[in-house]
């Protein structure tokens, strides 16, 4: 089937979504950066080239496409099964919580459960049971921030904090700092290049967040394409996924003020974490697909007085 048969006889974004997952199954494609299925990745693709929401399929099932749609959703779906990239890599945007953020093959797709966290625990009735008041933060540090999604995130949660953003990946902070200006908060984010705490000599935070690279190295080794689509120095972690981990533990009670605390996401660590740092009181919270790939660590818990 040509693009010009597929654009002549597919006109509905219903047609356009059916069409995309019977090509995805049958290409078997591998997912996981934000979607888990051939029915949703194909919905979101879609919807996020025709700059509808993405949440909002149904409304839109019936209506009808222009000629230029049609052959962007054609050229879309054909890029994203003979490519096998990511289709935010496709879209060029990618969504925590609703919020979109620019990116591209220079940066990790973000799709941190800390983001899901910093929703859940500030937008709830009761407030955190854990994370500061967000009126009392005054500052805080994003840690391997990659496209700067927690950042940002950051600076619209705590609105009287500077917030510092490091990265080693100088390519990754410039896609940071796109999102820094389509979010407007280029005057409260800065961005550092160097490795982990290294470039932020004499600063302490109120609130450390950090999401490292933790994929072990045999679970690198049987990455699908659309996991190698995006940069390795993101996902590895070492052996055993944990070694980032360790040096943000080691180095973080410095960085941090009295009264603070640090968020950390790990992945699936959890057992040699608690076996290598008994001493440590790891408080671990709960995400809709995950118990414990996040833990929470006051700066108390880390020795700092």
Not at 17 to 33: E, K, P, Q, T, V
Not at 186 to 193: A, G, I
Not at 233 to 239: E, Q
Not at 298 to 304: I, K
Request: hydrophobic share 40%; with cysteine.
């Amino acid at each position: 089937m040509t693009k010009d048969d597929i654009t002549s006889e597919l006109t509905t974004l219903r047609d356009y979504w059916r069409y995309a997952i019977s090509r995805f199954n049958a290409a078997d494609l591998s997912y996981g950066h934000g979607t888990t299925t051939a029915s949703d990745d194909a919905a979101y693709l879609l919807l996020d080239s025709l700059e509808l929401p993405i949440d909002a399929l149904d409304p839109f099932l019936d209506a009808r496409l222009l000629p230029d749609e049609r052959r962007l959703l054609a050229e879309r779906i054909e890029t994203r099964v003979t490519t096998r990239k990511p289709s935010s890599y496709i879209t060029g945007r990618a969504y925590i919580q609703g919020v979109r953020f620019y990116v591209d093959e220079r940066v990790i797709v973000p799709r941190s459960h800390i983001g899901e966290i910093l929703f859940a625990e500030y937008l709830g009735e009761n407030g955190s049971a854990f994370l500061p008041d967000p009126m009392t933060v005054t500052s805080a540090v994003d840690i391997c921030t990659g496209s700067g999604c927690l950042a940002v995130l950051a600076a619209k949660f705590f609105p009287h904090a500077t917030v510092d953003a490091v990265d080693l990946s100088a390519d990754a902070l410039e896609v940071a700092k796109i999102n820094l200006d389509e979010h407007d908060v280029e005057d409260q984010v800065t961005l550092f290049e160097g490795d982990l705490f290294e470039p932020l000599e004499g600063r302490t935070y109120d609130l450390i967040i950090t999401n490292p690279p933790y994929v072990d190295h045999e679970a690198l080794e049987g990455y699908p394409p659309e996991f190698r689509a995006e940069p390795e120095m993101a996902h590895d972690g070492g052996v055993d996924g944990l070694d980032l981990v360790r040096r943000i533990l080691a180095d973080a009670p410095v960085y941090l003020n009295p009264e603070g605390g640090m968020i950390c996401e790990i992945g699936s660590g959890r057992e040699i974490l608690e076996e290598e740092f008994p001493h440590l009181d790891f408080v671990w919270l709960e995400t809709a697909e995950s118990q414990d790939a996040v833990f929470w660590i006051s700066a108390e818990a880390l020795g700092v007085s």
